[in-house]
């Protein structure tokens, strides 16, 4: 499969912890984006990088919240200290270029109790 | 500020019957509007996006200017169709985010 992964795919944790997902695009794909979908709602951005330069950040992204890519391949979304509302399904997408379809990665779905 | 609107959560359809999933979107400008589609268990994909004015499994949107609004459309609604519909809007010249609506679960009964 060839396609967006995330992992892990499901995490439970408790609240004040700290948990990092993982991102690995599809390989030709310069740019890369992190959406949080709570349930009802559709997707909400959160950062996305060209490359691995973060070029844009949404106020959803608190200072609780981190985004790298490092090499300008895989990414790493990071929570510290997490709360009750922080309990989503975090989307990845990549895409190669501006103006170009992204493709969805299956998301990690986050409870914290 | 809500860019997309999508006003109907669930919506229900006989097979075979038409299907009209509501899209409405608030900017002034020319954004690219895109319809995803997330099967059950799947991940979301795309559907189909205005610019390719293109029919994807019988599916056709138009983007209509000045209603703002991109229908998601089909004639004859088949079993396969039932999933959850995403109106999506993005701003090619600002990084190409998307704003999503909250999206319509379609259901279409055999």
């Known amino acids: 499969d060839t396609g967006v992964s995330q992992d892990p795919r499901h995490k439970i944790t408790k609240r004040g912890q700290n948990v990092t997902f993982r991102c690995d695009p599809i390989?030709?794909?310069?740019?890369l984006y992190w959406y949080r979908q709570t349930l009802g709602q559709g997707p909400e951005f959160l950062t996305y990088?060209?490359?691995?330069?973060?070029?844009?950040k949404s106020r959803l992204l608190s200072d609780r919240f981190s985004a790298e890519r490092p090499k300008g391949s895989f990414s790493t979304l990071e929570i510290q200290r997490t709360e009750q509302g922080d309990s989503a399904m975090y989307l990845c997408?990549?895409?190669?270029?501006?103006?170009?379809?992204?493709?969805f990665g299956p998301g990690t779905r986050l409870l914290v109790l | 500020a809500q860019r997309v609107t999508q006003p109907e959560k669930l919506l229900s359809v006989f097979k075979g019957a038409p299907v009209e999933l509501k899209c409405n979107y608030s900017y002034s400008g020319s954004p690219e509007l895109f319809w995803y589609v997330q099967y059950s268990r799947q991940r979301l994909q795309l559907l189909l996006r205005?610019?390719s004015r293109e029919s994807i499994k019988g599916f056709t949107a138009d983007l209509n200017k000045g209603e703002t609004s991109f229908h998601l459309k089909k004639p004859f609604a088949q079993e396969e169709d039932s999933a959850m519909y995403y109106c999506?809007?993005?701003?090619?010249?600002?990084?190409?985010?998307?704003?999503f609506g909250t999206g319509t679960s379609l259901t279409v009964i055999p």
């Open positions: 999506a809007l993005s701003f090619p010249n600002t990084g190409n985010q998307f704003y």
């Open positions: 997408a990549s895409s190669r270029g501006s103006g170009k379809t992204q493709y």
């Open positions: 205005h610019i």
């Open positions: 990088f060209q490359n691995e330069a973060q070029l844009e």
């Open positions: 390989s030709e794909h310069n740019r």
